[in-house]
């Protein structure tokens, strides 16, 4: 089976820069993804991890260590309309399918 | 990118009937669509793997004969919630993944607006 935790809520400061962690664990792995999604529509694809290291697009980044089961999305500059949830979800091998964590709803203050 | 649609929006029904919701892949042909539902504050719960021209794949928990899935195009998936009641009431997500994506880096799945549903 699989299991995937991330804090539940985080708040932070318009224009500073927030670090979402997510831990996982996995019977099959085929690569980490970070979606965002506002409240009442669909999630929108950030990222994809599938090996060790570093991802950047833009303000977002997105870390994997596959031997730690971690990752963690890296915003920077934050934005108000960056207030959105915030899901991890690992994709099983040999599937195509998809497990979401619950999601991390930030919020961010003027 | 590739885009997903979902019809209805949002419907609300009397206990006992049935719905049904369509996902369309507008400008891409999907082998597979997921179907998934999620609960307010909750996280995005798969239901169903829906593979063109045969059965769906359910989910543990997940009663195959309340919550019928047909896919039986490469660009549209249907599931049907029969005699629903007011625990189904839901958000209603669909993704559908790009066929022959072979040498891409990952497969990307691709999701619909969602479907609100209320049973009253």
């Known amino acids: 089976g699989q299991n995937i935790d991330q804090p539940t809520e985080m708040t932070a400061t318009e224009g500073a820069i927030v670090q979402i962690n997510c831990t996982y664990q996995t019977s099959g792995f085929n690569g980490l993804f970070w979606y965002q999604q506002h409240a009442g529509e669909a999630p929108t694809f950030l990222s994809y991890?599938?090996?060790?290291g570093l991802e950047e697009k833009g303000r977002f980044s997105s870390f994997l260590s596959r031997s730690k089961g971690y990752s963690y999305l890296l915003l920077k500059e934050l934005q108000m309309k960056d207030s959105a949830s915030y899901l991890c979800?690992?994709?099983?091998?040999?599937?195509?399918?998809?497990?979401f964590g619950k999601g991390t709803k930030l919020s961010v203050i003027p | 990118g590739a885009v997903v649609s979902q019809h209805p929006s949002w419907v609300i029904c009397k206990s006992g009937t049935s719905v049904k919701i369509e996902c369309r892949s507008l400008d891409f042909q999907a082998t597979t669509m997921f179907w998934y539902r999620q609960f307010p504050k909750q996280s995005l719960m798969l239901m169903a793997t829906?593979?063109?021209?045969?059965?769906?794949?359910?989910e543990q928990g997940v009663e195959k004969d309340k919550f019928l899935i047909n896919h039986a195009s490469l660009t549209l998936s249907t599931l049907t919630v029969t005699s629903a009641h007011p625990e189904d009431s839901s958000f209603y997500i669909c993704s559908a993944r790009e066929t022959g994506t072979s040498g891409r880096r990952f497969d990307e799945q691709f999701f619909g607006p969602g479907t609100r549903l209320t049973v009253l």
């Open positions: 991890n599938v090996l060790d």
């Open positions: 829906s593979n063109e021209g045969s059965k769906a794949t359910y």
């Open positions: 979800a690992v994709s099983r091998a040999g599937s195509y399918q998809l497990t």
